[in-house]
């Protein structure tokens, strides 16, 4: 079955640096794949998509990376601030059917000042 | 503002009950997402619905049943309700059936007592 890794230990990172977030997938291969943040008690808030044709797609300050071969994405958040803290959800298309997302359970990202 | 919109934002009733959540997609959307998220499972997709028509099942327990009206509103009922169905519930939009990026709503928490 379908399966999506993310860490799920927080990331401490201090103010200024550079955030990278790791999303891991298994017996699929997903046409894009998404990620969404999303801040405590709130709906997720989407980000990014990348299509498995791309291996790179920027927006502001953030980058995610899509290698198929690996099976895995990475999002960068660069320059971070405090206000990026959140959890960070990824999201492939679900196995049973394209129209629907199976989210993995998000890695908590922490900036300090 | 995502543009999606739900009610109630927080419901407290008891086991055995029945309640019903519901949503208004973003205008112009025609797909609605509902999903449930507890502490430790995550975001679980539960069912979807384009123009009116059921697409997909999830994880949706046979308690659980939704429809989309033809004013493209969705409504989730949940009925006999257990200690374990407390979460909070979001509802999504999207403009197609798959392949583009979801709206969530501000979510509904529920909780059973």
């Known amino acids: 079955s379908q399966k999506i890794e993310q860490n799920s230990e927080a990331l401490n990172i201090q103010e200024g640096k550079t955030a990278t977030l790791t999303c891991n997938y298994t017996?699929?291969?997903?046409?894009?794949l998404q990620w969404y943040r999303q801040d405590p008690g709130r709906g997720p808030v989407f980000l990014l998509l990348?299509?498995?044709?791309?291996k790179e797609k920027r927006k502001e300050r953030l980058k995610v990376t899509f290698d198929t071969t690996l099976k895995q994405s990475l999002f960068h958040i660069t320059a971070s601030q405090p206000a990026d803290s959140a959890t960070y959800l990824c999201?492939?298309?679900?196995?049973?059917?394209?129209?629907?997302?199976?989210f993995g359970k998000g890695t908590m990202l922490l900036v300090s000042p | 503002d995502s543009g999606v919109t739900q009610t109630p934002k927080h419901l407290i009733t008891a086991t055995g009950q029945r309640v019903t959540l519901r949503c208004s997609p973003r205008?112009?959307?025609?797909?609605v997402y509902w999903y449930q998220q507890s502490l430790d499972q995550g975001l679980q997709f539960l069912i979807h619905?384009?123009?009116?028509?059921?697409?997909a099942k999830g994880n949706i327990l046979e308690r659980f049943s939704a429809q989309q009206f033809p004013d493209l509103h969705s409504e989730l009922n949940l009925s006999s309700l257990e200690l374990g169905d407390s979460a909070l519930y979001f509802c999504?939009?999207?403009?197609?059936?798959?392949?583009?990026?979801?709206?969530f709503g501000p979510g509904t928490r529920l909780t059973v007592t």
């Open positions: 999504a939009s999207s403009a197609r059936t798959g392949g583009s990026e979801q709206y």
């Open positions: 017996n699929y291969s997903p046409a894009y």
């Open positions: 990348i299509r498995e044709n791309e």
């Open positions: 999201a492939l298309p679900s196995l049973s059917g394209y129209s629907t997302l199976t």
């Open positions: 205008s112009g959307d025609l797909s």
């Open positions: 619905y384009y123009n009116g028509e059921e697409r």
